[in-house]
């Protein structure tokens, strides 16, 4: 019988202890932060906050925020809290919205982070009879690693895959029975359907996957869930925090359990900054409070989402947190209107269509262009043009309806689209409004 | 007494039709009779071949989307008139065409046009009648 919890102790704590604790390492880690980083105490002094202003969670909106722009600026060693010497890693975000990012981590920040990624593969069912097959990219990337040091701690064996070279992967979970698939959302559909073509999906083993650092959709969870005949859940993080684990789906897959005992979650209102009520929409702000290398308070992810603290049937304490409705530097402005390319997919998966797409988005003449390159499928192909163009239409009339603005649709040959195997490239903006 | 045609899905940029008959070339498939319908992105290739069954495999080899459809192949005298028979026979039945394409067959000295019409099976009921000969399959693959 599998285990339900990895740390039970942590995971089903009452909320008011929880609380309590959540509280005393707040007070520490502002504490630690002000003793080590002159760019923090800087910013606090600026509002006027001293360490003895924080004297539980309830102060927690008195500190300054931290944004991607912070980090950018104290690049590469400005926010580190911890000596160098006592750092044994480094990760980096993978730069697709500018530069780079580096974040440090100590041994103890390492076994914090495997340990919210035992939770995350513990609470899909994995143990020690566990195949936990990692596709997530290994390197600066903190997928793999994340991941792979996860399934240690739950005790799976691991095959550390790394990304790409997809008939080994394909061969390796017929030959070595994985179970327990870890990788990006696309990467999964991209199995799937290499799968499907090899027609082995009877020799494969799998019954769970962790599918995270990408927005998807339920349509591609049911897509996904459908072809491998898996449970996919959720998995949520970012470089700067950690990596994956911040937070993760149990079996209810109505949302993700934040690791309360790492990370505070606040939900602010983007425009100004003030906190939100549990359950109103807002930006996603976090404050990590057990980091000893690269701790942040109150950074802002840009991640649009909604907290719940209502009981979940799994019996895990900690809040939840929606699946964000879009990372805001995901979200395209064209023409004026906002578009996610989240809201593409699903449209393409509501007409049957593959998720497979690339937005392309161009200025001429002042006016944006607008292009979506879909990739045929057999499902909509006929040997009559006229029922594939009625097709198309169908399409573009539905994404104008998702979107309210109009999109050029070019269906392109299957596999045409590029699949970078860590994450997909959905966006190509040629418009260099921010250069 | 149906043909099969393969119709393959042709993204419209340089080197698309190439790469769907060097599949076909590759496996060592005749083309007998070729037709391209284009809309502005894409094109509907479809093919009469010697052998549908190597030449599907081919394709989804190479990875290209197809399918395959009965078509109707009707044998014509390589003459002035013969073709517009075969439209007023299916035009007084009150049948319409969904496309249309021919090629002349050397071996038998005939063009042979290829036709696809919703009801395949009242469509072969006409021409039969009015006497114009059918080509099977066994025979476009003897060509």
Wanted: net charge negative.
């Amino acid at each position: 019988m599998a285990k339900k919890y990895y740390q039970p102790e942590i995971e089903t704590m009452p909320v008011e202890q929880l609380k309590a604790l959540q509280s005393e390492r707040l007070v520490k880690q502002v504490k630690h932060v002000w003793d080590n980083v002159p760019y923090y105490r800087a910013k606090m002094e600026e509002k006027g906050v001293t360490p003895d202003d924080i004297k539980g969670i309830e102060d927690l909106h008195k500190l300054p925020f931290v944004t991607k722009d912070d980090l950018r600026e104290a690049y590469p060693y400005g926010l580190l809290a911890a000596p160098l010497k006592d750092c044994v890693r480094i990760h980096s975000t993978s730069g697709t919205t500018g530069k780079r990012v580096v974040a440090f981590y100590t041994q103890n920040d390492i076994d914090l982070w495997d340990d919210c990624c035992a939770r995350a593969l513990t609470a899909v069912g994995a143990d020690e009879e566990d195949v936990v097959h990692v596709s997530y990219g290994y390197g600066l990337f903190t997928g793999g690693l994340g991941l792979h040091g996860g399934a240690h701690k739950a005790g799976c064996m691991t095959i550390p895959a790394s990304s790409g070279n997809t008939d080994r992967q394909i061969q390796f979970m017929t030959d070595l029975g994985s179970t327990i698939l870890c990788c990006t959302p696309s990467y999964a559909a991209y199995l799937a359907e290499s799968i499907e073509e090899r027609g082995v999906k009877d020799e494969i083993k799998l019954k769970a996957g962790i599918f995270g650092a990408e927005a998807w959709t339920e349509e591609m969870r049911r897509d996904i869930e459908n072809k491998l005949g898996i449970k996919a859940y959720d998995i949520y993080g970012l470089t700067e925090l950690s990596g994956p684990g911040v937070s993760f789906e149990c079996e209810e897959q109505t949302g993700m359990h934040i690791n309360e005992d790492h990370f505070i979650a606040e939900i602010i209102n983007p425009e100004t900054g003030e906190v939100l009520p549990e359950g109103e929409k807002g930006e996603l702000v976090f404050t990590s409070i057990t980091k000893e290398a690269f701790p942040l308070l109150r950074y802002r992810t840009k991640d649009l989402c909604i907290l719940s603290r209502k009981p979940c049937s799994c019996g895990r304490t900690h809040i939840k947190m929606r699946k964000p409705m879009g990372r805001s530097d995901d979200m395209l402005i064209i023409r004026g209107v906002n578009v996610f390319p989240s809201q593409i997919e699903t449209v393409l998966l509501n007409e049957g269509m593959t998720p497979n797409y690339q937005i392309i988005v161009d200025r001429k003449n002042n006016t944006d262009t607008f292009d979506i390159n879909v990739e045929m499928s057999q499902e909509m192909f006929s040997d009559n043009l006229a029922e594939v163009t009625a097709k198309e239409k169908q399409l573009v009339a539905s994404l104008k309806a998702m979107l309210g603005i109009q999109a050029k649709v070019h269906l392109v040959a299957p596999k045409s689209i590029t699949r970078s195997e860590g994450k997909a490239v959905r966006v190509i903006d040629k418009r260099k409004l921010y250069d | 007494m149906a043909v099969k045609q393969i119709s393959v899905f042709v993204e419209n940029k340089s080197g698309g039709l190439a790469d769907i008959t060097k599949a076909l070339s590759d496996a060592n498939v005749n083309i007998r009779a070729l037709s391209l319908s284009e809309a502005t992105d894409f094109g509907v290739l479809r093919l009469i071949v010697d052998d549908v069954f190597a030449a599907g495999n081919a394709l989804k080899e190479s990875g290209h989307i197809y399918n395959i459809t009965d078509v109707l192949a009707v044998a014509g005298e390589d003459k002035p008139g013969s073709i517009t028979k075969i439209f007023t026979v299916l035009a007084e039945a009150g049948m319409s065409l969904e496309y249309a394409y021919a090629f002349f067959a050397k071996s038998q000295e005939k063009a042979i046009m290829i036709i696809k019409v919703a009801d395949r099976l009242a469509a072969k009921k006409v021409l039969k009648e009015a006497g114009i000969p059918l080509v099977k399959e066994e025979e476009i693959a003897k060509l």
